[in-house]
């Protein structure tokens, strides 16, 4: 029950039902706030229990300081969290420790079990092995089961196991795409309640779904853990940056297009840590569809959340994917009520404002390695031409090509050139070269919950098809939507024909290349790849191109909107400008461009307004947890707490809570540490967590291989998350790192300083070879530390290697409240310094002094950071009195674990 400080309790009728309300109007300043804070300034009114939200915590809300830097912490109460299988399985794993845990000290184990619904969909193990093909998706889905068949029983078993916790079984949908096509209320209703829906997500992309004016993002699992069991997310008021969108696209371009432009501005400016907001006219003429790509990016430009308030747009959509008639009128209802009704004049109070005139987009990509870094598509060809000497060169740390002759430029634009002989399985031989497209997939929530894009490239196959295009034999299309809905358009609308012709056809209903799951390339073409060090691409309709991100073999990668994705499998290279030159030649030999098979606006128009309807939906999700037959013969044990495998390879009983009492044990300063890894700027936690492939010969193969599993059964590494013996051999394992005190190495090496000449070693290796000697350990990098995905085994792999503090000149937001909640210390070099600045080699032996201070209560700002003979303040990104107690704790499973057993 809420305090009800300021007499905000009130009901709302809508048609025959009547709903409790917290009004927002009872505070002072509510009315000039923007969206997404009147969403948390609700979220406080109705928790407001006197303690840890109190009526000085609303009223800071109500008087925000639109120009102030962040400083006043409130407790943020999510409705609910969403999870996907790779980052879920983890979380449920850990839930079933924590009931052993409750267990040992003397609690109720039914005491762990979520407080607020969680919602799970298995969208991240299907793997595009099989492609091309009209059996693709029956085959892949075998294999999926066969491989993933333990994490999937321990799922069902939380399922009956964990009260609030739901599972969508596999083959159903991207977490993200179900999620604002089904699962996001907009306005929750809950024991006579009705209030904004929120949430917190295990997916970065958990954004998404701010385009319905949901406000919701992604967090490590650990946190999500913590509120499912019932703790508020502990943050920041933050800045809020308003971005007024005007005007309306140009035929020919896409939402791809105005998402990588948003995303280029947004990361220039600097979001990281804010909320942003869309307003302005041009957001009434942005499709639902549109609003929801946009949200599902602010991972990419760094924001928290990126959101568009409730509109007429909103209501359409809600009643096109099938909520019901009370809910859409409750939707609309609450938000006239309350003030989070669009107004495409007003001119809200934010700390920071940008604009753009939709009109301005052009066609674009992004590439080779960051998704900010926008190509304009016209000057595709020319950048690849430069950018490519940086992937076939020996000098890394010049950045030029000195060319062997065989590798001379072979064109006037001096674009180097290798041309490799592939003999192919069927008897076929071509050539291959630097900028081949190997890849090209049509996948990722990103695009593949956008009709409008979706039916772009089916126009553009039956366009290619029909002047007798087809994709160069070298390039492995996939088609992987985000939700059966997508292929039952193209059905009625009779384009999945020429996407099965081009080679677009189904492998699956799930994440696939955008995380890693692109499968293998055909084996011809791998070997003549590596033997000849090519640097070839992919093109993929994803939000993510980090290096090693998408296949082992593939160096750069770009991300397209779905019809180009078709486009440059038709072309076959990057090197190709295809809004210039000729793609291939139609039957009669005459060349066809771009131009010539790129639908009109109005053609995409009328199959989207002919061939979806609510009916779609309503089939799709009528019966979205019970599963296929193959998933509900899945057998499972019972009980409340798990049976755990001592055999498993894939769910294994984790070390988190063991030796753990009641009482918290004092912090201590950290002495004799030795470097782990010293890393550049922009490493990603596609760096650091485990991800795709394991290679026979790492640890994790070795592992695998000692426990009598065969190389073609290892699967990836998210498939295996629930198993930390895997995750701790894969962390920094990624083949593109590179660690500086392991110079002329690429991967996951060292140098063991617990040996006599200090020997280059796998990362793991060495950690085991530290813990033994009881030697703590240390990372340094570079600015942006841990960006990309919001992966908790980032986090865990580094605390389980032994890593007591990283040392970085700056943080992306997930991976720094990860490490604390992991019982890691992130430290920050002083303003204008770097490892690089201060001479630090990584070789030094680091001591920090002044973490005690933490045991007095309070958080020092400094502490003293001393490696060999440098000294140095390092600031403390412990950033509030909640990320404290966890840190005391240990980290935030072991705080909130002494919290329900003290209740």
Known sequence: MSANSFDARSTLQVGDESYEIFRLDKVEGAARLPYSLKVLLENLLRTEDGANITADHIRALGNWDSQAQPNEEIQFTPARVIMQDFTGVPCVVDLATMREAVKELGGDPAKINPLAPAELVIDHSVIADKFGTNDAFAQNVELEYGRNKER??????????????????PGTGIVHQVNIEHLARTVMVRNGQAYPDTL???????????????????????EAEAAMLGQPVSMLIPRVVGFKLTGELKPGTTATDLVLTITEMLRKHGVVGKFVEFYGEGVAATSLANRATIGNMSPEFGSTAAIFPIDDETLNYLKLTGRSEQQVALVEAYAKEQGLWLDPAA??????KLELDLSTVVPSIAGPKRPQDRIVLAEAAEQFAQDVRNYVSDDEEAGKESFPA?????????????????????????????????????????????????????????????????????????????????????????????????????????????IGNSGPLDEEISKAINEADLAVTSVLSGNRNFEGRINPDVKMNYLASPPLVVAYAIAGSMKVNITEEAIGNDTEGNPVYLKDIWPTEAEVNDVVANAIGEDMFNKSYQDVFAGDAQWQALSIPTGNTFEWDAESTYVRKPPYFEGMTMETTPVEDIAGARVLAKLGDSVTTDHISPAGAIKADTPAGKYLTEHG???????????????????IRGTFANIRLRNQIAPGTEGGFTRDFTQADAPVSFIYDASQNYQAAGIPLVILAGKEYGSGSSRDWAAKGTALLGVKAVIAESYERIHRSNLIGMGVLPLQFPEGASAQSLGLTGEETFSITGITALNDGGIPETV?????????DAKVRIDTPGEADYYRNGGIMQYVLRSLIRK
């Open 709 to 727: 599993v065969e190389r073609r059964d290892f699967n990836s590494y998210g498939s295996r998350r629930g198993n930390h013996e895997v995750m």
């Open 347 to 352: 001119e809200p109070d934010f700390s920071e």
């Open 864 to 872: 003293k950071v001393k490696a060999g003979d440098v000294e140095f």
């Open 200 to 222: 917190v997500g295990t997916d970065s992309h958990t954004t998404m779904v701010n385009g319905l004016g949901v406000l919701g993002w992604g967090v490590g699992g650990i």
């Open 152 to 169: 999937y029983q321990f799922l069902r078993w939380g399922q009956t196991a964990f009260d609030e916790f739901k599972v969508v079984p």
């Open 406 to 514: 065989s590798d001379a430029p072979a064109s006037a634009n001096g674009v180097p050139s290798k041309p490799t002989q592939v003999v192919a399985a069927d008897g076929s031989v071509f050539e291959i070269d630097h900028g081949a497209v190997t890849v090209a997939a049509i996948t990722s929530c990103t695009n593949t919950s956008n009709p409008y894009v979706m039916v772009a490239a089916a126009l553009v196959a039956k366009k290619a098809v029909e002047k007798g295009l087809t994709r160069k034999p070298w390039v492995k299309t996939t088609l992987a939507p985000g939700s059966k809905v997508v292929t039952d358009y193209f059905d009625k609308a009779n384009l999945t024909p020429y996407l099965d012709k081009l080679g677009f056809n189904l492998v699956g209903y799930g994440c696939t290349t955008c």
